[in-house]
Every structure is written in C-alpha cells, then in structure tokens.
C-alpha cells in the first residue's frame, strides 16, 4: 500500500510534467498507454472475491499498452471516492473498476457524474436509466455455476443435509442460496440446506463457529457466499466434511474434500471489455451473463465426484452453454409454503425480478430477517 | 439419534465447544493485560500485540514448518512490543494510553502490511489433544478436540492468582500498582517493574495471538482479530483485575461468541444480529451493573491512569 502512495507521488510529478508538456503543445508518448484503475475493498490474494478481480486485473497487466494501477482494503465509503479522484487526476486513469457491491451508489454515481469522460465500471450495481452514461455495471450468473455444485453436493450428501455459510441477506446472496438448493434437489429431492448468516463479509471467527455448528447438525457438505471462503473451507475438511468452493478455486486448500465450486472468470470478461474500448465501442450499460457468457465457471470436479453426479451436472452444464436452461422455472414456493414464483412462469436468468429476491425456496432451513 | 443429528443439544454443546475454542485469545490477553494493569499501567495496544502475533506465527510456523517456533515468535514479537510501550511510556508526561492506542494501529498496520504474502499460503498448525475419545458421539469428540495452549492459559490463570498472593515478584507488581512511592522507598525501579510487567503481558498477549492464526479459525486473514484483543482489555475490567475472573470472563464470552452461529443452526433464526452482539451487551451490562459514581472500582490498582 505504502509503495502504491510512493509511487503515486512519482505519478504526481510525471503528470505535472505531462501537463506542461501539453500546454506546450507537445503530446507524450505516454498518451498512447491507457491506464486502468482497480480498486477492491479487501486484501488482493483472499482466496476469494477480491483475488477473483486481481486475476482479472493481471490478465489486463498481459496485453500491449495497457497499465494497471491498485488499492486494497478501501472501505465502502467517502474514501473510495478519494481513492477513484486519486486514480483519475494522479494516475491518469481513464477507466476505473470500483469492485466492491458498496461503492455503487452514491459514491461511484457521484463520481461518475463529476467526470463524465472517464469510465466507470461497477461489479454487481444495478445501472438505470437515470444513471450517467459513461457508467455501467456488470455482474455474472454465478447462480448457475451455484446450480451445478448443488448438483453434485446433492450427489454427494450421505445425510441429505447440505450447508450454506452466508454474509447477509441481500438478493445476490439469496439467488445463490436457491439455486444451490434446487440444484441439490435434482440429485436428490428430500435435501434440505441449512443457512447461517453471519452478519458481515469478513468475520473469521463466525465463520468458524457457523462451520462447526453446521457439522455438528448433520450437515456434511458446505458451501458459502462470504468475501474469504478459506475459514470455511478449511475448518470444514478438518472435520471431515466435504465442501463447494466459491469465487475462486479453492482445491489446493483441500484437495480431499473439495467437490466442486462456483468460479467467476473475470480474466476471461476484462480483456474483452478492454478490447470494446481500443476497437472505439462502448461497453453495455448493463452487463451480464452466465457460464455461456464466460462470466463465470465451475472448478474441475474433485475426485470423489461421483460418475453419476458428473455426467447429471456436465449435462445440465451443457444447457446452460446452449442457453435454453432455467434454473427459476414455476411453481416454486418459498420455505414457508407461499409461491413466490407462479406454475407456468419462467424467471430466465436476466429477468430483473430475481435481483430484488427476497425469499428462500422450499428446502431451505433459515430465515431471511 | 438415527441421523446423526443431536437436535437442540447443537446450542448447549456449541456454547461449551466455543467456550474452549474461542476463549483463548481472550484468556491469553485479559492475563496479560491483568499483569501489566497491576503494575499500574494500561497497556491498550494489545490489540495490535494480538495481531502482530497472529501474523509472526503463522509466518514462523510457514517458513520453519514448526508451529510451535511460530508460537515462540509470537511471544517474543509481544514481548518487544510491550517493552516499546513501556519504554515509551518511562518518558515523563506521557500517557499511557495514548501510547497504547498508537500502537495499537501501528500493531495492526504493521501486521497487515508484513502479513500481505501470508494470506494466500497454508502453514502448519498446532496440533489438537483428543479429550473426546470415550465419546462415540463426533458433536462431543470434536468439542473436546483441545489445544494444548487452552490448558496452558487456564493452568497460568490459578497460578497467576497464587503469584500475586504469595510470591516475592507478584508483591512487588502490586505495589508498583497500589503506590509507586511505597515501592521506591522500598528501593525499587517502579519503570522496571512496569517494564517486565508489560513485557510479560505482550509476551502472553502474542501468544493469544498464535492461537487464532495457528489452531482456530486456523489462518492468517486481517478480519481474523475483528476487536478481540481490545475486548479482551476491557474484560479485565470487569474481572476487576482478578486472574480467576479472567479465565471465568473469557470462558463466557468464547461461549457467546458462538451462541448466534449455533441457535440459526437449529432454526431459530430471528435477530440472529441481536445473538451476534451478545458478548459485547453482555460487557455493556456488566459494566453498568458494577460501576458507581461513589467509589472507583473494588480491585482497581490505585496507580492507573483511569482510578488516579
């Protein structure tokens, strides 16, 4: 953090110069070189979200007049806008990737507005209509990837009880819950999952105590939607139940036990967002996609993965790739008996009802408030 | 039962598991935060002591493969930190919390900033005692899984006591507390006094760190004290510098600590936020409950800046 301020300084300077450079009349070189400015609000290598968008953002480092500039750890406040002005008048950067679901509104909006030629691009915001132009928001169908590792923890589970360690109650954390579940119900319908919601993104020691209380449940495959999946990981293959990993593969941490899980690929989304740019086009306002889309991916399955259990989820996979599966099809009732989604009635994967989910589907033991 | 469940017994068992796993650190802390605050000054910066231990451990037990060297340089790494506290705090006119706060973020900062390459890499862990081996129920088994450094914390914590009561050194802390004058004129340096007093407690407070980062949660993260340390300073408050009430104080709140968790395991599942706070309410009662506007705390050394 401290050489990003140095170098900074170094950047103030040479921008300085830059700028009397131009009023002179003369263009640098340097103009040719387009810098990107990623900003994550925890540490870069958590075997989680973040290093999920550090990988993205080293695939950017690869390709030809391309610089990338970082900050970690900034918190979902005034101080991410400090760090987006920071990267706009001190690094030059002219398209910046505020990642965290916090810096959406107000403050990358805020910013968006003050500088209405530079690009912003948010992880998981929902960009409307009244929004500013230069600004967008993409976010992956990662419930797919989610539907599939129910598949195969459906599969898997000897008691039929699956676990799911959550931050908190918000839509994107619910859809991956429930697409979990009803996938976990085709392997096998009488599986249930059992949620505990810890009450923030990063909370070690809670995850911890949630892993253990699960297992002591019965529960012998977990998964989770926290920003470090490691706790959970690694307590969980400790007490010898098998987890789903989530964000990034997380198999090297436990190799035994590690089925399968939920990746997103954004290596494979940036460049093409870089590429839009260079050809002259404007990247979508809203973006999103699924596993067909390369947005997201699923690990290579562990080695207890059953025959059976690959081939119902490499079919299932291969739907979502031709684009004519639904993961929300009607009737589905919610865990307290109501239907929250009518027989008949198909939520295909950019209906933006299921982003306002509210609700847990049948199956699900837990509460949402 | 048939499915391997135990129902509702989840909660009293989860309780009772978290009290061992998760009371620790607290214990390590508050004990060594009670050695300093009985030589009469408060050492705040054990929460950056916590997770610089953390953080040197994990480091050691990676690089050496040895989990126990890791917890050596935990301790040590405590050690040199309290004797920067007190070293600073010998200069005339400084506070000794204001030094305590500074390094506290410097701990912290310092920690996050040596610990970046750790995150990602696995380290050896310490091992666990298996207490639970004439139990076929595996709930019970992996409660009484035991760290060999819980039973060092609860063994120091009657043994502390005794020290304070009985020998030589632990009568010379307290006075140091109770009336620098008394120990001067007895011919002793209260400095240091106060010097090995807060080395000893970084000392025990790095150790309490090793814990987090090497045995449970098990990794080094920078959520992974989120405020432990500094609740653990509170704590000896209102275990009124007491080691017993320490072990007894840290026990409730590892306990605590688990009940949310534990309670939306077996389905109840409102204000699971309520649960989460419960240990620091449970501070906020007990503080109210003890306090009193006629008198400063029974126990309270008469030496520390917050009684004088």
Sequence with gaps: MDFGRISRRHLLQGSAALALGSTLGVRSAAAAETTIGFIYVGSRDDYGYNQAHAQGAAALKKLPGIKVVEEEKVPETDAVEKTMESMINLDGATLLFPTSFGYYNPHMIKMANKFPKIHFEHCGGLWADKDPKNAGSYFGYIDEAQYISGIVAGYSTKSGKLGFVAAKPIPQVLRNINAFTLGAKLANPKATTQVIFTGDWSMPVKEAEATNSLIDQGVDVLTCHVDGPKTMVENAARRGAMVCGYHVNQSPLAPKAYLTGAEWNWEALYPKFVKMITAGESIPNFYRGGLKEEIVKVSPYGEMVSAEARKHADDVKAKFMAGNYTIFKGPIADNKGKTVIAGGTDRGQQDPELEKMDYLVDGVIGATA | ?308
């Design chain 2, 1 to 308: 039962m048939a499915d391997g469940s135990i129902g509702l017994w989840t909660v009293p068992l989860a309780v009772f598991g978290g009290a061992i796993r998760v009371s620790t650190p607290f214990l390590f802390v508050s004990l060594g935060e009670c050695i300093t605050e009985r030589s009469g000054r408060i050492n705040l910066g054990l929460e950056g002591t916590l997770v610089m231990g953390a953080m040197s451990a994990y480091g050691i037990s990676y690089l050496s493969g040895s989990p126990w060297l890791g917890v050596l340089a935990a301790g040590i790494t405590g050690a040199l930190l309290g004797a920067l506290h007190a070293g600073i705090c010998s200069l005339p006119r400084v506070n000794d919390i204001a030094v305590g706060i500074a390094l506290m973020l410097f701990g912290t900062g310092l920690a996050f900033f040596l610990g970046k390459p750790l995150i990602e890499p696995t380290a050896a862990r310490l091992p666990a005692i298996d207490f639970g081996w004439w139990s076929d129920v595996p709930q019970l088994r992996a409660a009484l899984r035991i760290n060999v450094l819980f039973l060092v914390g609860v063994a120091i914590a009657p043994l502390l006591y005794w020290a304070f009561r009985t020998t030589r050194w632990g009568l010379l802390i307290r006075t140091a507390g109770e009336s620098a004058d008394a120990a001067r004129a007895m011919g002793h340096s209260v400095l240091l006094i106060r010097l090995r007093a807060t080395m000893v407690g970084g000392f025990l407070a790095g150790i309490g760190g090793s814990f987090l980062s090497l045995f449970y949660p098990g990794s080094w993260n920078e959520g992974l004290s989120s405020g432990q340390g500094i609740t653990a300073v509170a704590l000896v408050i209102f275990a009124r510098w007491d080691p017993m009430l320490c072990l007894w104080a840290s026990l409730a709140f590892g306990g605590a600590a688990a009940l949310g968790p534990a309670l939306q395991s077996v389905g109840v599942t409102s204000g699971y936020h309520l649960f989460n706070a419960a240990p620091y309410i449970l501070t906020l009662a007990i503080m109210i409950i003890t306090c009193s506007p006629k008198r400063t705390l029974t126990g309270a050394p008469a030496e520390l800046s917050i009684t004088r």
